[in-house]
């Protein structure tokens, strides 16, 4: 499943959670969130920290190309799920006019 949510960079991850609960309908309480946009790092993000304070910021995610989290879910043993993550399709590269550079910019 692929979710789009618009969140500030002062929402706290439990914001997130909330966010992504009201989406799903299971509870904020039973999953986890996991920053995969590091290299393929599987960071968990913390509850209590905000969004930027777990490096999610506008220059991390923009609107060309979003922060990608994983979401994980407590199974009924109490153990959560392993992170997995379906690649649907790759966006294209973007237009030159779209990248900013110091080149660009005119620096």
Known sequence: ??????????????????MISGIT????EHMKLFDLT???QKTELEDGKTL????LTATVAKAQ???KLGVVYMKENGDFE????????EPP???DVMKHTNENKGE
């Open 25 to 28: 309908g299971k509870s904020a």
């Open 65 to 67: 190309q979003p922060a």
């Open 38 to 40: 590091k290299d393929a």
């Open 93 to 95: 590269e973007l237009p």
């Open 52 to 55: 930027s304070d777990s490096g």
């Open 82 to 89: 392993e992170v997995a993550v379906e690649s649907y399709s």
């Open 1 to 18: 499943m692929s979710i789009f949510v618009d969140a500030k960079e002062n929402d706290r991850v439990s914001d997130l959670k909330n």
